[in-house]
């Protein structure tokens, strides 16, 4: 039993493979990643970053969800979307130096690795799957925030939130959608007041659309809901 344990503990570095970023990346190089990324671990409710902050390691969430959300100077929540390991949070101001794009608050008791700016652009710079990968999540990025641009302006308030649940479920198996901020991190989210969010659910509900159990969405007709989405 105990070689066994030891034998798990010693090949903790493989949990880097799992990072879409860093999965083609060759054993030897995963084993110095791991020495050299210092661990850290968050409680829910833990502010990771705060936007602005210095963007000194790169956030290898290995385990848990986080949210990202920043104030404006109205004091207006602005949240820009939720992200489960495995994956690397707020590459671009890795990047660019400019400092955090957003404040990453852990939903969820959250195990991280933190990996220094110097090293992730050395890999950046000198691995081209770790460049393509990258460009393709920045390009991603691009294209999602175009898509939330057009639904703010042109979609009504029960169409983004139907839109959004089918999203959601479409990332994880069943129809039961989480909402782990609640209704106004969904607000937050689609830019509404949780006033807004709440009669949007109601109707959805009331058609029979929906289901909600106290912090999560059962979908009962994603087809319909389908339709829904479309404003």
Known sequence: MTESVSTAAAEQWRS?????????????????????ARPHTAAAGT?????????????LLLRGR???????????????????????????AVIDGAGHTAT?????????????????L?????????????????????????????AAATLPAEARVA??????????????V??????????DLLGVTRVTVNRALARLRRDGLVEIRGSV???LAPELLALRARG
């Not at 190089?29 to 791991?34: A, D, E, K, N, V």
């Not at 770790?130 to 999540?137: S, Y």
């Not at 839109?163 to 039961?176: I, M, V």
């Not at 989480?178 to 607000?187: C, R, S, V």
């Open 16 to 36: 880097l493979a799992q990072v879409p970023l860093l999965a083609s990346l060759p054993d030897d190089t995963l084993r110095r990643l791991w020495r050299e």
């Open 47 to 59: 502010a990771l970053r705060r936007a602005g902050d210095p963007a000194a390691h790169l956030l």
């Open 66 to 92: 986080v949210a990202a959300a920043t104030t404006t100077r109205t004091g207006r929540v602005v949240r820009f979307g939720e992200w489960a390991a495995p994956c690397a949070l707020d590459k671009v």
């Open 104 to 120: 990453f608050t852990a939903l969820a008791p959250c195990a991280l690795r933190h990996l220094p700016r110097t090293r992730f």
């Open 122 to 150: 050395e890999l950046v710079d000198g691995t081209a799957q770790v460049r393509t990968h990258v460009l393709r999540v920045l390009a991603d990025d691009a294209r999602r925030q175009q898509q939330r641009l057009i």
């Open 163 to 176: 839109a959004w649940l089918l999203e959601q479920a479409a990332t994880a198996p069943g129809t039961r």
């Open 178 to 187: 989480p909402l782990p901020g609640g209704q106004q991190a969904l607000a």
């Open 217 to 219: 969405l059962v979908l």
